[in-house]
C-alpha cells in the first residue's frame, strides 16, 4: 500500500501545479472526514484558540485546513522528484534580506509550524547551508522519501534526529550553517515552560532562547505561505529579534508564542493544527485530548 501510494505521488508530481493543487484539496478534504481522530483533535484545538468565533467559523476553518493540508501532501512530490528550476517556482522568496543582513554571525531561522513548512525549509537550503531537527517517521519508506527530499538539493544540509541533543547543531551554527528550527510541539515537560498559546497553557520548549544565548545567534523568522489557485508557495523572512534573548526565559518564549499567534492570524487554516498542542497540562489540569 505504501509503494503504491508513493507511485502515485510520483505520478501526480508531473502534472501542471494547478491540477497537483485542486487534487491535493479533494484528497485532504476527503481525509478531514474519514479521519475522525485528527478531525476530533483539530476541532478542539480550534475550540480552544478561537472560542470567539461560532461553531460554524471554526468549522469553516476546519475544513479549509484539510484541503490545504492535503494539497501540501500531494505538492512534496515536487520537493523530492522535480529538477531545482521548479522547486524555486514552486517556492517564492520574499524579503531575504533581512536573512543577508545577519550572515556575519550564527542564525537561527524560526520557522513555525504552518503546512508550508517543509517547502521553505528545503527552498532556504538550495541557498544556503542548513541544518535542521527532524522526527523519524514510524514508516520507513516514508521516513527515507521525506529525508531525500529535505537534503537533495540543499548546498551542504545536516538532518539530525531530536534525541541527538543540541551538541552537533551548536557545532553547525558556529561553523556557519544556518538552522532552521521548528519551535511550536509540544514535547513533554522536560525542558520546557508553560506560556500561553492563545490564552491557553502551553508546554513550550526553551531552546530557542538557549541556544541563540550560547552560540550569539540572531533569530530571523520564516513563515511559508501556500498561495490560492495553485501558484506555489511564499517564503517570507523577518527582521531578525532585537534584544533576544534577554534575561527573562519565559519571557522569551512568550514572545515567541506572540509572533507565532500573530501570524496564524493571518492564516488560521494553514496551521497545524492536527497536533496535540495542549497534551502536556500543568500539574493539576486534566487532559484536553
Known amino acids: 500500500m505504501t509503494r503504491f501510494g508513493i507511485f502515485l505521488l510520483w505520478l501526480l508530481h508531473f502534472l501542471p501545479f494547478r491540477l497537483q493543487a485542486w487534487i491535493g484539496s479533494a484528497l485532504g478534504g476527503l481525509y ?6 485528527r478531525r476530533r483533535i483539530t476541532r478542539t484545538n480550534l475550540g480552544l484558540c478561537f472560542p470567539h468565533l461560532s461553531e460554524r467559523e471554526r468549522n469553516g476553518i476546519l475544513r479549509r485546513h484539510f484541503r490545504a493540508l492535503g494539497r501540501s501532501m500531494i505538492e512534496h512530490g515536487v520537493l523530492i522528484w522535480s529538477p531545482r528550476k521548479r522547486v524555486e517556482r ?20 524560526l520557522a513555525p509550524h504552518f503546512v508550508g513548512l517543509d517547502m521553505g525549509g528545503i527552498r532556504s537550503a538550495m541557498d544556503y547551508n542548513g541544518v535542521s531537527l527532524y522526527s523519524r517517521q514510524k514508516n520507513q519508506q516514508i521516513d527515507k522519501l521525506l529525508l531525500r527530499g529535505r537534503a537533495r538539493l540543499g548546498k551542504k544540509t545536516m538532518l539530525w534526529h531530536r534525541q541527538d541533543g543540541i551538541r552537533p547543531l551548536v557545532k553547525a551554527l558556529r561553523e556557519g550553517y544556518i538552522f532552521y528550527y521548528l519551535p511550536d510541539m509540544d514535547l513533554g515537560p522536560r525542558e520546557s515552560v508553560f506560556v500561553p498559546f492563545f490564552g491557553v497553557p502551553a508546554a513550550t520548549i526553551t531552546a530557542l532562547p538557549r541556544i541563540a544565548r550560547l552560540t550569539g545567534a540572531a533569530v530571523v523568522p520564516v513563515v511559508t505561505r501556500q498561495l490560492p489557485g495553485g501558484a506555489g508557495y511564499e517564503a517570507r523572512y523577518y527582521p531578525a529579534w532585537k534584544h533576544f534573548p534577554s534575561d527573562d526565559l519565559e519571557a522569551d518564549v512568550r514572545r515567541m508564542n506572540a509572533f507565532i499567534e500573530e501570524r496564524v492570524l493571518e492564516m488560521p487554516e494553514q496551521y497545524w493544527w492536527l497536533h496535540r498542542r495542549f497534551k502536556t497540562r500543568p500539574p493539576g ?3 484536553i485530548y
Open 90 to 109: 514552486l517556492v517564492r522568496v520574499r524579503d531575504v534580506e533581512h536573512l543577508e543582513a545577519v550572515r556575519d554571525r550564527p542564525v537561527i531561522l
Open 285 to 287: 489540569e486534566p487532559k
Open 32 to 37: 478531514g472526514v474519514l479521519d475522525k481522530r
